[in-house]
């Protein structure tokens, strides 16, 4: 195993390969936030409109989640407190109820997307309606979550990776199935566009990559993992073993978001109807047959259900660190459910509301950025681990594009031309 390119990790006074794994688990739970149904959509439109031609951008997107994941996980380990909790430890009281406020509505829009995939999941494998299954997806969170607080962390990390797994399956079914052009493929990742449509596709895709949510809550996740480690060589192996941790987990995520903009470029390239993901499902169906199509089903529901429990495990880290307040975290997941059911319940679109979700994300994404990148730049919070120039660079370049490319997006949804 290697930490860097040609330089081995040391099994002496190192780490070796089944202490690494033990060591393995918050980032998973965080990479939930990148194949959630907000992300299924997307990708599959992006391979049936452009085939292959939008590769790089998942690439490129995955690349950069993997740099700001880790900041958030080194933030937790080397200051102990999580990214909410040093917010409201330097904000006054009004400041800081107000950047609750803004960071509540990112934890209430993750969770109505999430609770909306479960549904659609469970209305097209059982024809249950979407209010019907939004309760279910609630409900069966809630089970989720009481293993957390009940079995505690190692234990709620095993049952999503396990739904990280069946998502994996899920949604890469369906490319044993088709022919995968590799020359395609490589030139997918070549950057390059075709009309504005595909610039726009593009930055649909990069500029969702990082949700807040998950920076909040892998911060904590480390932290309460490994606890607080004052012994500077342990400190740096954990760092060490946070990076692989990170790296494993979005190469799965990743592979995940590649593998379906793969399936719908080879299996259904030019047909319309692909930016809905019932139409999607169709899609899927028809081309590579029932089998497939409700092999994918189950993947969504999977990650609904993942996604929508992480979400809530982030509001309450949210809540706990801005306003110092712990609520029962089944007591908030009825409140973060209302929304959702709410939504379901009055006939909004299903796809409109996954977009407008979005467009909450969009509006706070630059509240978790920016002071995450600053904070991991500070000697005064991570003394001797203050991040590199070069760190430095690519974070602040990194969360410029993020930025740049959300304000965009949001632009062009309000003016209509998203």
């Known amino acids: 195993m290697v930490d860097r390119i040609g330089t081995r990790l040391p099994t002496s006074g190192g780490i070796t390969p089944g202490r690494l794994f033990t060591l393995l688990g918050p980032a998973f739970v965080a990479a939930i936030a990148y194949v959630d149904p907000g992300n299924v959509a997307a990708n599959l439109t992006a391979g049936a409109r452009y085939g292959y031609l939008l590769v790089w951008v998942l690439v490129a997107a995955n690349a950069m989640a993997v740099l700001i994941q880790y900041l958030s996980a080194k933030l937790g380990l080397v200051s102990g407190r999580s990214l ?214 189950v993947g969504l529901l999977a990650s609904g259900l993942a996604s929508t429990s992480v979400g809530c495990a982030a509001g309450a880290e949210i809540m706990k660190g801005l306003l110092q307040k712990r609520i029962p975290i089944q007591v908030r997941r009825v409140v973060t459910l209302i929304p959702a059911l709410v939504v379901l319940g009055i006939g909004v679109d299903p796809t409109l509301a996954l977009v407008l979700s979005q467009v909450v994300l969009s509006l706070c994404i630059p509240f978790a950025l920016i002071p995450l990148v600053r904070m991991t730049s500070s000697s005064a919070v991570m003394g001797a681990r203050i991040n590199s120039r070069t760190t430095v660079v690519l974070a602040v370049v990194t969360t410029g594009l993020i930025v740049a490319l959300n304000a965009a997006l949001l632009w062009l949804t309000v003016t209509g031309q998203g």
């Not at 997918?188 to 949510?213: C, I, K, Q, R």
């Not at 480390?222 to 990076?243: I, M, Y």
């Not at 047909?271 to 169906?285: L, P, V």
């Open 84 to 297: 909410p909790e040093m917010l409201g430890d330097r904000m006054r009281p009004w400041p800081r109820r107000a950047f609750w406020v803004q960071a509540e509505a990112v934890a209430i829009a993750t969770d109505l997307a999430e609770v909306i995939g479960g549904a659609i999941a469970l209305n097209l494998l059982f024809g249950v309606p979407l209010f019907v299954g939004g309760l279910i997806t609630g409900v069966v969170s809630m089970v989720i979550l009481a293993v957390q607080s009940r079995r505690g962390q190692r234990t709620f990390e095993f049952v999503v990776i396990g739904m990280l797994a069946i998502i994996t399956i899920g949604f890469l079914t369906g490319l044993l199935f088709t022919d995968i052009d590799a020359g395609g493929v490589a030139g997918g990742l070549v950057p390059g566009f075709d009309g504005s449509g595909s610039v726009l596709l593009a930055a649909s895709m990069l500029g969702a990559t990082v949700m807040p949510h998950a920076i909040y809550l892998h911060s904590a996740l480390a932290r309460d993992r490994h606890g607080v480690e004052k012994d500077s060589g342990k400190l740096d192996r954990l760092l060490r073993a946070t990076k692989w941790d990170v790296t494993f987990a979005l190469i799965i995520a990743g592979s995940v978001n590649i593998g379906m903009l793969l399936l719908a470029a080879s299996a259904f390239r030019g047909e319309e109807g692909t930016d809905t993901i019932d139409g999607a499902h169709a899609a899927i169906e028809n081309n590579l047959g029932p089998a497939v199509a409700a092999i994918f089903a």
